[in-house]
Structure formats: C-alpha cells, structure tokens
C-alpha cells in the first residue's frame, strides 16, 4: 500500500492550506488513519486521526483549528488546517495502521509503520 501527500506550502499566519493523502493497493486492514507531524530535530506530534466508524480526534495543540475528514470513494485523507500559526511549521506525514481493538489516536499513529513521503508546511509570523 501506498500513501502519497500533498497541498503544503508557505503561508502568513493566520492563514489556511488543505493536506491531502492518497491511499492505494491493500487498505482493507487499516483501522486507524490520519496525520502527524515532524520537526527538523525528529520531534514528532500526532495530530488529527480518523476510525474505521468515522470518529475523528485532534490534538489539543490543533483543536478547534484543523478538522480531518475523509472520502472513502476517492480513497483521500484530508486536513483542513485553518488559523495557522508559526509554530504549526513542520512536515505532515498522512500515516495509516490496523488494531484488532478498534483504538484509533492521533499519536497512535506514531506507532505506524505506513506513511509517505510528507509534505511541507511553512508558517510565517
């Protein structure tokens, strides 16, 4: 399987991009989809996930600022990212992961061993 990023780019605070995330081959198994970020010193944050049922979570950092969703048909995997903030520079990585319990977080995404090649984010104060 195969996921592939798209949609970052540099803006002004304040200011909004889209992320977008292509699945293909075998995806039937993942439970758990959605995205984490990662600084230049390998810092890593999950950020916003999404479940099998559609329940989606986001991180405290992010609430109320990014909203994930996603369309089954097109097998894409969106974050909408509204108000950034400087501090929200990083690169986004889509990753995706089963779990036989149904458990789905966004740093639970951390733990996955599927992910792209990310896409960059740059927020100018």
């Known amino acids: 399987a195969q996921l592939v990023e798209s949609g970052g780019g540099s803006v002004q605070a304040g200011g909004s991009l889209r992320l977008s995330c292509s699945f293909s081959?075998?995806?039937?198994?993942?439970?758990?989809v959605g995205w984490f970020r990662q600084s230049p010193d390998k810092r890593r944050e999950g950020v916003a996930s999404i479940d099998s049922l559609g329940r989606t979570s986001v991180a405290d950092s992010v609430k109320g600022r990014f909203t994930i969703s996603q369309d089954n048909a097109k097998n894409t995997l969106y974050l909408e990212m509204n108000s950034l903030k400087p501090e929200d520079t990083d690169m986004y990585y889509c990753?995706?992961?089963?779990?036989?319990?149904?458990?789905?977080?966004?740093?639970?995404?951390?733990?996955?061993?599927?992910w792209g090649q990310g896409t960059q984010v740059n927020v100018s104060s």
């Open positions: 990753a995706a992961r089963a779990r036989s319990d149904g458990y789905c977080s966004p740093n639970l995404l951390l733990t996955s061993s599927n």
């Open positions: 081959g075998y995806t039937d198994s993942w439970s758990c």
